[in-house]
């Protein structure tokens, strides 16, 4: 086990990574339209050719995760056998519900449901019906439920039974030594996964903070008329940046424990405001419809390609959903597996499959299915608004009910709070996984993938906006996702080895 109080040591993983993100950041600003050409190629092409393969993966990390649950390794604790949770359980699952929510979600909470309400996802599903309404929710259940959240806790869980069973370090790279062992080409081959797991986090959080940034610059433009441009959401970024950094120097039990608070408190503000201020019984009863039909099409959900009709709507949905989840899931289980020892395996799968999908399924419920019913029963043109810009969904919709000034003042500053303690977390997270897995990273190391994480996203949003985040998490999950794979082969490997007879 490495010890904590020994001082953090930059290696390869740090130089060589930096340096590749670095050098993007120089290319997009000095030639944006060639970056965006490149990217927009590549873009085609990974979804063409690998679409597939995101799709079977996620599909098999679900079946995987609840085999686990269910057969004698459930029993397994993820930590000595005698050890027990950390946390008490409503405190573990206050924990998962700050991680189920985050900005994503409040951009396509909305944002979502109505686009697909405007383009169905099936050529044969009428535009602006009931039908397209009741199929638009059921697909946006789809992509914030247990597919997504599977990707975090599969990471999650091999990071957690290396750390707290084996005593072992939380870089992705140690969850593959098993496989690796001692041979010649171990070291190289170690940084190698480590740095392809530190780029695919920084494009995963670049993709977040991009999505936030079009969003804050959206409701700016709503409420307040301030101009909808790419160097508007620059000067968003250099603001947000230096505010996650001055985070960043508070350290983690102020800054971020002090934020995290605060959005809790006010997504549920918004969210109880709205879920009572809005069409109450039509939002239960989407609820309800919505995850009947969630459950009876998870299968053909799961594993629907469209190579007869030559369509994109998979690709440009589903493909890059589960792209992102992958890309970002280093960040997100890292925060998952650490609130997760003395847990079991089937505590644990349970929790994190149920607690954070539900908390998001709710949270469209709420806000889409107002929109929603605001479109279908009293007349407006949400879907329309939205159609032509996505980044104003929730203001539009604020418009629509009482104290909307208010609504959409509170919902920039959770984004941009959001935003700051993703952020931070994030950078704390790359920093420990570029200096050998320290609890402890030094600070100029947090600035410098602070500054990083700022400068690739105002690159993407420059070059090529939403399109541009889109290619960088496709992009970077690829690999990652193969890594995944061997990873949950090495921990199914290991948990045979384990004598589950003796576990209580």
């Known amino acids: 086990m490495k010890d904590s109080t020994q001082k953090p040591r930059l290696n390869r993983v740090f130089y060589i990574s930096a340096s590749l993100i670095a050098l993007l950041v120089l290319f997009g600003a000095i030639a944006p339209t060639v ?27 679900v079946l995987f995760l609840i085999f686990l649950a269910f057969s004698k390794y459930g029993k397994i604790r993820l930590g000595k056998d005698d050890d027990r949770p950390q946390y008490p359980f409503f405190t ?10 985050g900005v994503g979600l409040v951009f396509w909470g909305v944002a979502e449901p ?28 789809f992509h914030w439920g247990v597919s997504q959240w599977s990707v975090f806790a599969i ?31 171990k070291q190289p081959l170690n940084q190698t996964i480590d740095i392809l797991a530190v780029i695919a986090t920084v494009m995963g959080v670049a993709t977040s ?11 700016l433009n709503s409420v307040f008329g301030l101009p909808n441009t790419a160097w508007m959401q620059v000067a968003i970024i250099v603001v947000l940046t230096a505010l996650f950094l001055t985070s960043t120097t508070t350290g983690l039990d102020r800054g971020i424990k002090w934020l995290s608070n605060i959005n809790l408190g006010t997504a549920l503000v918004l969210m109880v405001f709205v879920f009572f201020a809005g069409p109450t019984i039509f939002i239960l ?49 890292a925060f ?31 806000f889409g299915g107002t929109a929603l019913h605001l479109d279908l029963f009293e007349g407006t043109s949400i ?50 996984m570029t200096t050998n897995g320290s609890l402890n990273p030094p600070l100029p190391v947090r600035i410098a993938w602070g500054v990083l994480l700022g400068g690739i996203a105002a690159v993407l949003l420059i070059a090529s906006g939403l399109e541009g985040l889109q290619t960088a998490s496709l992009i970077s999950a690829l690999p990652f996702t193969i890594i995944l794979l061997l990873m949950v082969f090495t921990l199914f490997k290991l948990l045979r080895q384990e004598n589950v007879r003796k576990i209580k």
Request: proline share 4%; net charge neutral; no cysteine.
């Open 209 to 219: 903070l991009g999505l936030g940034v079009l969003q804050i610059n959206g409701g």
């Open 35 to 61: 970056f965006s050409s490149i990217a927009g190629s590549i873009f085609n092409f990974t979804t063409r050719s690998f679409g597939w393969f995101y799709l079977l993966a996620v599909f098999l990390f």
């Open 114 to 141: 109505m686009s697909h309400f405007f383009t169905p996802p099936y050529a044969d599903t009428e535009a602006l019906t009931v039908e397209g309404a009741r199929l638009a929710m059921a697909y946006s259940f």
């Open 285 to 333: 009863e989407t609820l309800t419809l919505g995850l009947g039909d969630y459950l009876q099409n998870f299968i053909r959900y799961s594993l629907r390609l469209q190579p007869y009709q030559q369509g994109t709507w998979v690709r440009d949905w589903t493909i890059f959903y589960w792209a992102w989840a992958i890309a970002w899931s280093p960040f997100v289980g």
């Open 155 to 185: 990471v999650g869980l091999i990071i957690a039974y290396f750390q707290f069973r084996r005593n072992a370090d939380g870089l992705i790279s140690t969850s593959l030594s098993p496989l690796i062992k001692e041979r010649p080409y």
């Open 336 to 366: 998952v597996a650490r609130v997760s020892r003395g847990r079991t395996i089937r505590e644990f799968v349970v929790g994190v499959l149920i607690v954070p999908p539900f908390i998001a399924l709710l949270w469209i419920a709420v």
């Open 92 to 101: 573990w699952i206050g924990m998962l519900f700050s991680a189920g929510f």
């Open 383 to 432: 879907a329309q608004a939205v159609d032509a810009d996505v980044t104003s969904a929730l203001f539009v919709t604020f418009a629509e009910l009482p104290f909307s000034l208010i609504l959409s003042v509170l919902s920039i500053l959770l984004i941009l709070t959001f935003l700051i303690t993703s952020a931070d977390s994030a950078t704390y997270i790359i920093s420990s």
